[in-house]
């Protein structure tokens, strides 16, 4: 399994970026995806999941509002919608896909991991 991140780039606050997660390989029927963040000097902390029908999310308090996680199971794409970016939401920004439904909070609980998009949000 292997996933691909994209979309990152430089934005001003209060604009918008969109990122993209592409899943390829063999995948259970129950897999959800999440997206995870890591400042510099920071830990690693979840952004929000998806479950694999893509019906349940679930959101970090600090962007609950801001982002949205959708996705398109005919392109094994997951994408994390972000809107009203302020400069705290730079980060380089990962996804992560675990088996089973339940969207976890943590990152030990992710078996597949992308490379990371970095995000850098100017004041």
């Known amino acids: 399994v292997q996933l691909q991140a994209s979309g990152g780039g430089l934005v001003q606050a209060g604009g918008s970026l969109r990122l993209s997660c592409v899943v390829s390989?063999?995948?259970?029927?129950?897999?959800?995806t999440a997206w995870f963040r890591q400042a510099p000097g920071k830990e690693r902390e979840f952004v929000g999941g998806?479950?694999?029908?893509?019906?349940?999310?679930y959101y970090a308090d600090s962007v609950k509002g801001r982002f949205t996680i959708s996705k398109v199971s005919a392109k094994n794409t997951v994408y994390l919608q972000m809107n009203s970016l302020k400069p705290e939401d730079t980060a380089v920004y990962y996804c992560?896909?675990?088996?089973?439904?339940?969207?976890?909070?943590?990152?030990?609980?992710?078996?597949?991991w992308g490379q990371g998009t970095l995000v850098t949000v100017s004041s």
């Open positions: 390989g063999r995948t259970s029927n129950d897999a959800g």
């Open positions: 992560a896909l675990r088996g089973g439904s339940t969207i976890h909070t943590t990152t030990e609980r992710y078996n597949y």
């Open positions: 998806i479950g694999w029908s893509g019906s349940n999310t």
